[in-house]
């Protein structure tokens, strides 16, 4: 499971480092700036276009490792950029077709580059390369160029390339108009452009095929369907696996050359051991060595470098089966996982004081890590556009017998964080005391929120006996009921003087207070600012932050809990009675949690419908018009920072320099001349 920035006002509230005008200069002649040391120098904002923000991340510590942990990280980067090409193919069928097409127009045109048609292909190309293909990361639909057809026609016969067909057409048309579609009357599967199942094939057979299979031991299901795209041939279901001589081998081979080398150079026994099951998982594409290789990675805890690799979460797969390629490079951060170890010791206690139902209480929560990180490197589904917390893996047995790792990616959050500013936090809070609370606790509370959501939020409760895992009894609504079952324990414990028992805050209520400002605030009006006049909420993610809000905003309507009030013009929410809001945020865990463990898929779809799909217009106009003053983009994404190894004469790793890109122009092409690993047919 991935965690996604809670809220963009949030964290932009919380350091008050406003680098808004701080817009990036490309530096043309030099090629890489060099060894950023001091925070002050750092300029974390490097780009902004359409509605994105590019941001810079350091790696604190860096040259306190050890060479050889150095090279361990730099081959585990390694490894995940050689799968890159894998979500520009998975995104869509033509991504890498028309990529090509606009990577060569981009560096070999020479014509007019001061024209608005130029700078409307060039941002074009860009919120391509941010969302690895031509849907919107977030919202799922098919970005509008705008450019006419005619224009790119000049410029393709003039840089002489060649995009015909589909591949040329979609970007102009109708057609595939969104990535993932979870709207069931216009098909899970045909309404979706993401490239996981063949041509006319409809949800129900994919149900059928998967009902079909059976895990050799139930009690241990394989995670069937996760590593192929499924297509008919004559007439029969089949999968075409991604392995090493299958599909998308060949860039599955340049990752496995890259684990060699890492496991080569692990830090232990166990590390190694995960890292040579991944590696046979990549050659076989077995699913029951990557369940092997999933227990022993988890398992392996005592280094201080991690990594996520493979195909794993399944929000991009409208059916929840087929895993999205993405690769996070990981340091320990000790510091800050110190503070964080307090949940994990008390991860029993939470358990036993939920306002869960008894009998979906876990007796005995098993084995939950928690730990904040550096990150080293990203590449496919997590970059440019990053979670900044992962728990895997995502097999509910292996949680349950082995427990999970839970991670929170510390740097990528302060790189946020200082590329924020604080004057939205003013346009859309109630009063003056919210925008103190949350400029005091909100970075706190934050913090402690994406903790609890992890350790406590999601290893809590347990499925009932005999229901199954909840992909299959919730179907669509499984991601969005998980993570806000996750965001609800948070959300009640952090009004709970427990924390400051344990040393987490100097003031339980005024963080609690912080936290519920800014939860509600977002989640009824600053997350509306994403999304175009009209839409629905469609991100996992941002409809439970919508259920969860619009559910106690009801519910609380009759003794004021919440209140809505307009002030010349503009709509504010009032939180007038935290402690009941607490037992209202309660009593929705609870039901979220029965809804799991018991399956109830239409208690889950009727929750997820009624409260966190539509929007109100009026209100989203209002929201979109007070934005307005607020240029600073809704989404940011990251550029990685460069790993250049030096070598010797024998062609050994002598030291490895940390760099940071020009431009994200100039990483984004790097990456596709160097680890163009697939045809533009797959
Ligand atoms: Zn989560």
Not at 155 to 161: A, G, I, Y
Not at 199 to 208: G, L, P, Q, R, S
Not at 258 to 281: C, S
Request: proline share 2%; aromatic share 10%.
């Amino acid at each position: 499971m991935k965690i996604k920035i809670l809220s963009m006002l949030f964290v932009a509230s919380i350091l008050l480092v406003a680098c808004k005008d701080e817009q990036k200069e490309p530096v043309k002649e030099e090629k890489k700036e060099t060894a950023i040391t001091s925070e002050e120098d750092f300029n974390y904002v490097v780009d902004e276009f359409a509605d994105l923000k590019i941001l810079h991340y350091q790696i604190p510590g860096w040259e306190d490792l050890s060479l050889k942990k150095q090279k361990l990280v730099y081959y585990l980067t390694q490894a995940g950029l050689a799968g890159r090409d894998i979500i520009w193919d998975q995104n869509y069928k033509h991504n890498l077709a028309i990529r090509e097409a606009l990577e060569n127009i981009y560096t070999t045109y020479s014509g007019d580059k001061s024209s608005d048609d130029w700078k409307n292909f060039e941002t074009y190309v860009k919120r391509v390369w941010f969302s690895n293909g031509i849907h919107h990361h977030y919202s799922m639909d098919k970005m509008k160029p705008e450019f006419n057809k005619a224009y790119f026609d000049g410029l393709l016969k003039s840089t002489n390339t060649s995009l015909t067909g589909e591949a040329y057409e979609v970007i102009f048309n109708d057609k595939d108009a969104k990535k993932v579609n979870l709207n069931e009357e216009k098909g899970l599967i045909k309404g979706s452009a993401v490239n996981f199942y063949g041509e006319n094939i409809t949800a129900e057979e994919v149900d059928k095929f998967y009902a079909n299979k059976k895990s050799p031991n139930p009690k241990k299901p394989l995670s069937f369907g996760l590593n192929s795209k499924l297509v008919k041939e004559n007439g029969k279901l089949v999968e075409k696996v991604w392995k090493s001589g299958g599909m998308y081998g060949s860039a599955i081979d340049e990752i496995v050359k890259w684990l060699e080398k890492a496991k080569t150079v692990a830090e232990n026994e166990k590390q190694a051991k995960a890292l040579g099951l991944l590696i046979d998982y990549y050659n076989t594409g077995d699913l029951q060595t990557w369940d092997d290789y999933n227990v022993a990675w988890v398992d392996a805890t005592e280094g201080d470098i991690d990594y996520i690799n493979s195909f794993i979460e399944v929000y991009n797969d409208p059916k929840g089966y087929r895993g999205s390629y993405e690769t996070i490079v990981q340091i320990k951060d000790f510091d800050m996982s110190k503070k964080m170890q307090v949940f994990e010791d008390n991860v029993q206690w939470f358990e036993d004081n939920s306002p869960i139902m008894d009998q979906h209480k876990k007796e005995e929560v098993v084995g939950v890590t928690y730990k904040t990180v550096i990150v080293a490197g990203e590449a496919g589904d997590a970059s440019p556009s990053t979670p900044i917390g992962v728990n895997l893996p995502n097999a509910n047995w292996i949680r349950e017998a082995h427990g999970s790792k839970s991670v929170s990616l510390g740097n990528l959050i302060n790189a946020y964080s200082q590329a924020g500013g604080s004057e939205k936090l003013k346009e859309f809070a109630h009063d003056e005391e919210e925008v103190e609370l949350s400029e005091k606790y909100g970075e706190t509370a934050d913090k402690l929120h994406t903790a609890l959501h992890e350790v406590v939020g999601h290893a809590s409760g347990k499925i009932n006996e005999g229901v199954g895992e909840t992909k299959e009894t919730l179907k669509n609504y499984a991601s969005t009921m998980e993570e806000g079952r996750a965001d609800l324990v948070g959300l009640y414990y952090l009004m709970d003087p427990k924390l400051e028992e344990l040393g987490l805050t100097d003031d339980y209520e005024k963080l609690g207070k912080a936290a519920y400002n800014d939860y509600i605030r977002n989640g009824l009006v600053t997350q509306l600012v994403r999304l175009n006049l009209g839409d629905d909420v469609e991100e996992a993610h941002m409809r439970n932050r919508q259920w969860v809000s619009a559910w106690v905003y009801e519910k609380g309507k009759k003794d004021s809990i919440i209140v809505k009030e307009i002030k010349d013009g503009k709509t504010y929410y009032d939180i007038k009675d935290y402690q009941k809001l607490r037992v209202l945020f309660g009593e929705l865990l609870s039901e979220t949690q029965r809804i799991k463990s018991e399956g109830d898929f239409q208690a889950a779809k009727n929750l997820v419908e009624n409260y966190g799909v539509k929007v109100d217009q009026k209100l989203h106009k209002e929201i979109l018009e007070r934005n307005e003053k607020f240029k600073s983009a809704p989404y940011s994404g990251f550029v990685n920072p460069v790993l250049v190894p030096e070598t010797n004469e024998q062609g050994e790793i002598t030291k490895i320099e940390v760099t940071q890109p020009a431009s994200f122009e100039e990483q984004m092409l790097e990456y596709a001349k160097k680890y163009h690993n697939l045809p533009v047919k797959n």
